[in-house]
């Protein structure tokens, strides 16, 4: 009897010390909350070199259900790399924003903003432009993070590879050009 009981309380303290850890395959990444990531992000096949910048990984890659990328890398742009950015066509300023793509956006505006988890008080997702990044800029590119929107709704994390350009065309900062006319979306 004290043997069975010594088995299930030692198989309970095993099992919940295992419930503490990070929930990944292996091999997988984690994210900085130590919640497992989904996929591997897929870098430009030219025109991009690794590299480190601690404050740009940091203003990116968040915790679950806070939007941003989760497993994600630095890397420099050597030479004009295309993105893509579907946007905000109230709000002009938004098209040269951070967050772009490296294909062009196709499907349902639904299924784009699941993909990229893009909550709906974000951008009505209604403008599309495509534009070259310069060389010399530091990117991030990552999977896709969770978010949870206003309305208590959360998208999941994706193995969708999102971009960040550390753009703010508001205070004069924009490392793209040599854009296409902008056009509606979808």
């Not at 099992?15 to 850890?21: E, I, K, M, Q, R």
């Amino acid at each position: 009897m004290l043997k069975s009981a010594l088995f299930a309380l030692t198989t309970a303290v095993v099992l919940t010390g295992c419930a503490s850890l990070p929930t990944s395959a292996p091999g997988g990444s984690v994210g900085v909350d130590g919640v497992a990531c989904v996929g591997t992000p897929q870098a430009p096949e030219q025109g991009v070199q690794a590299s480190d910048n601690p404050a740009l990984m940091a203003m990116v890659r968040l915790p679950s259900d806070k939007g941003g990328v989760c497993e994600a890398k630095v890397l420099a742009v050597t030479a004009p790399v295309v993105l893509y950015r579907v946007f905000d066509a109230s709000k002009p300023y938004t098209q040269w924003g951070s967050w772009w793509s490296l294909q062009p956006p196709s499907g349902t505006k639904e299924q784009y903003r699941a993909d990229n988890a893009i909550c709906p008080e974000w951008s009505p997702l209604n403008k599309v432009v495509s534009c070259q990044v310069r060389p010399g800029t530091q990117l991030v590119i990552g999977t896709t993070q969770s978010a949870q929107c206003a309305d208590g709704s959360i998208y999941p994390k994706t193995a969708q590879t999102q971009v960040f350009v550390p753009n703010d065309s508001r205070v004069g900062i924009v490392h793209v050009g040599a854009c296409s006319a902008v056009s509606d979306w979808p």
